[in-house]
């Protein structure tokens, strides 16, 4: 099974691009605070609800799924105010 991390798959290009691995085949596992992003786009998905910064948690992550094999960076603030 191919898995690829998408921290900020809760977002709209990130929940996006996870619904286009599930598609193709690719299982997402997604990392996303939910600062902005939203919990429906999270739904009978793998996900992780912490901050990209949270160093332990992405080795958990990691350690809990030996198959992933790429890693799609989509957390961010977009809004600037
Ligand atoms: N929306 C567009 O049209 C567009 C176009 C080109 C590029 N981009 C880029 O794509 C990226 C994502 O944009 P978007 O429109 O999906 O924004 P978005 O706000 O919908 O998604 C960003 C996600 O990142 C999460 N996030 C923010 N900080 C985090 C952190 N520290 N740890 C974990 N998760 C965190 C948020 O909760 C949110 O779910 C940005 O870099 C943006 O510049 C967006």
Do not use: W
């Not at 191919?2 to 193709?24: E, F, M, N, P």
């Amino acid at each position: 099974m191919v898995k690829v991390l998408i921290a900020g798959g809760a977002g709209y290009i990130g929940s996006t691009i996870a619904s286009a691995g599930l598609d193709a085949g690719i299982t997402p596992v997604i990392l996303d605070n939910l600062v902005r992003g939203r919990r429906e786009f999270t739904q009978g998905r793998t996900f992780y609800e912490g901050d990209i910064a949270d160093g332990a948690l992405v080795d958990r992550i990691f350690s809990e799924h030996p198959e992933i094999s790429a890693v799609v960076h989509c957390a961010a603030l977009i809004v600037v105010p």
